[in-house]
């Protein structure tokens, strides 16, 4: 029997109830999935970055064992590309260029992994096999694969017809302003960083089934996602057809993090397969075509410059950033660098900024959202150019920060990119932090550092980040004859635990068990309305619509009980799934109620909370790390994350995201790159080349909160699930770098900080 309301309603560390099924083995995962008479896909993927190219005889792959279909770019030429999601104009007005990703390439291939045929079989080793039949001749071009050269003269295009590599370029700020506070300035201080490309590697790869019914003529998809409906609307668009044509279902999901909210082109095929050979059609990932083909993320090289006066007041900031959206523009992908650059003063009181984005086109897998999506790479560059004015200022990093927070009193603060700030209390999260990670007793603990021969070092970044975007999910509640309550919402929870979260709102309202709520989510024809998981949004858009609806149905249920108990709505009380009057010691069950109702209106519920502007998370984190001289290695010796998410939903939960979202984020500061050599080529794909966190590679995280509500969300909750990427990140490479300065005089440190590059950079500072 699952536990019982106020012990784990809201607020308190309920444990997950999803994770039975799990432990059991009995999770069910698209590649699980096998309809009765289903073939399997493959893509036939270009082995070069940069060519034209003409597909000759296919007859070979079409008349070998088991094939049904090949595709080719002509067959497929009726599809619309991927629908492309437009931000920010540009500064005449213009929106930039949109380059959709094509379902099959025409004439021109333009990453390794671009998609060049599409092969159906009864085994996917037999369309393997076929697609090694098919004759494609590749004139290779040359490629442009250096995002910092990619506005160059002589840098090859991506797109001839547009000529030029640019994608868009946004500003934002005021430049005549800047330019002023950098006249009158004391000293200005800059740096250049290069935010690493990543991969996300969730556990499962994609995964996709289609079907097509043709007595309805409708299509049916089946995916791992983090959202229904958005699939549903890009496809109706790939297809030009209604979106209700299309049923999308999302059973369980290993993990998104980003990349499983697009839409990608094998979805589209998978459909187009089975709409002509009447069977269901499978294509599953490889992880290799993982590294190639889901979007990356990061991928930015920025030049960031502050204006000071010499009391470490902050006058001006100055940045230019290139942002290297790949081949194409992905779905999410010029959205990415808007909201980014959005946050750019983060929790800072900065008179002045100018701030450039320059997004280009390269021949590399396309870029899109990752963990943060923006935040994080907004994050790191403002947070290591604080610690290094700190340095050239001769003023301690916690110092430098009090002196230019927010102050409180000046909230509701609007920023110079005209976002509203509701609350904050920076200072404050920034003392506690400092506390519990013993900041002041730092030196007794580098004299002993010193003593081993080792470096030690320990930095911080205090970031905000936006959020859990204006507007609602709406969240539609259920009493079920057998007592029980289903909700269905149209989020997606990829690991985040939302059955157990959705739950709590709910038992809250209804005291009743957890383990007797039942949460559907996944489907775009039983579930009404969906807006997806992502920005961190799920909780607090669709946890105050599941609480709203929970409250309604209990209303509902009380009236209900009280016609059967013939008494006063006021003398009923909802507890343990029954419905009592205590005065005349009557009860009755859930059930009861559930089946006694002659309207099934009197057992539905809607809850839709509409929200008018972003939540904004904001903290400080702490590292503290050692450096071995002799082989670059770096431990972290201690990590503590204090964070504001305005209210704690679920103490267990918070924490499993805040762990994520911090060994993320130190595993790009330390351990994961992608990298592509001068021809294109994907050096780092597979799990041989590109490096990934271990449990030796990663600390304990110590996790406190230290929470203002939101007055933007009707509970107060502010979104947590991207906190750690965006936090983590600045303060492992400030403390490096802290070591680093310290021990050998070195004052920059580009990520990855591999054990190679450490030792490099001090062997350098050691001879010079």
Known sequence: MAEFPPRFGVGNPARRIEDGSYLRGQGCYTDDIVPEGMLFGY????????????????DQARNASGVHLVLTGQ??????????????????????????????????????????????????????????????????????????????????????????????????????????????????????????????????????????????????????????????DVLSYVFDTDPHRFHIRTPDVGGGFGPKLLTYREYALVLEAAQRLGKPVKWTSERTEHFLTD??????????????????????????????????????????????????????????????????????????????????????????????????????????????????????????????????????????ALERADWHGFQARLEDSKSRGMLRGIGMSTYIEACAFAGSEAAYVTLNSDGSVTCKIGTQSNGQGHETVYAQFIAEKLNMALGDIYVQQGDSDAIPSGGGTSGSRSVPLGGASAARAGSELATKITRLAADLMDCDVADVSLENGTASNRRANRFVSFAEIAQSAEDPEDLTATGRFVQQEATYPNGTHVCEVEIDPETGTTTILRFVAVDDFGVTVNPLLLAGQIHGGVIQGVSQALLENTVYDADGQLLTATFMDYAMPRADNMPTVECETRNVPSTTNELGIKGAGEAGTIGATPAVINALRDALHRGCGIDHIDMPATPNRIWRAIHKAVQQ
């Open 75 to 232: 067959d497929v030429a009726h599809l619309n590309g991927l629908k492309v999601r437009l931000a920010g104009t540009q500064p005449d007005g213009s929106s930039g260029v949109i380059r959709e990703i094509e379902v099959l390439c025409q004439d021109r291939v333009r990453y390794v992994g671009d998609a060049v045929a599409f092969i159906v079989a009864d085994s996917r080793e037999q369309a393997w096999d076929a697609a090694e039949l098919i004759e494609t001749e590749y004139r290779e071009l040359p490629p442009n694969v250096d995002p910092a050269k990619a506005l160059d003269d002589d840098t090859p295009l991506v797109w001839p017809e547009n000529g030029s590599n640019r994608c868009f370029l946004y500003q934002r700020g005021n430049e005549e302003a800047c330019n002023e506070a950098f006249k009158v300035a004391d000293k200005t201080v800059g740096i250049t960083f290069v935010n690493n490309r990543l991969v996300s590697n969730y556990m499962e790869p994609r995964s996709a089934i289609g079907e097509y019914r043709p007595d309805t003529m409708r299509y049916a998809l089946t995916v791992g996602s983090q959202g229904v409906f958005s699939l549903r």
């Open 43 to 58: 893509v036939l993927r270009s082995p070069v970055a940069h060519a034209e190219f003409e597909i000759g005889d296919i």
């Open 295 to 432: 979007t990356h993320g990061r991928d930015h090289v920025s030049v960031a410059e502050m204006a000071l006066r010499e009391d470490g007041r902050f006058l001006g900031l100055r940045i230019q950033t290139t942002a290297n959206l790949g081949a194409y523009t992905s779905q999410n992908g010029p959205f990415i660098p808007y909201i980014g650059s959005a946050m750019s003063t983060g929790v800072y009181d900065i008179p002045a900024l100018d701030v450039r984005v320059d997004g280009i086109f390269t021949n590399t897998n396309p870029v899109d959202a990752f963990r943060g999506a923006g935040r994080p790479e907004a994050a790191f560059l403002l947070e290591t150019l604080v610690d290094r004015c700190a340095i050239e200022l001769d003023m301690a990093p916690d110092e430098i920060r009090r002196r230019n927070f927010i102050p409180s009193d000046k909230f509701p603060y609007t920023t110079l990119t005209d976002l509203t700030y509701d609350v904050g209390e920076f200072e404050a999260h920034m003392n506690q």
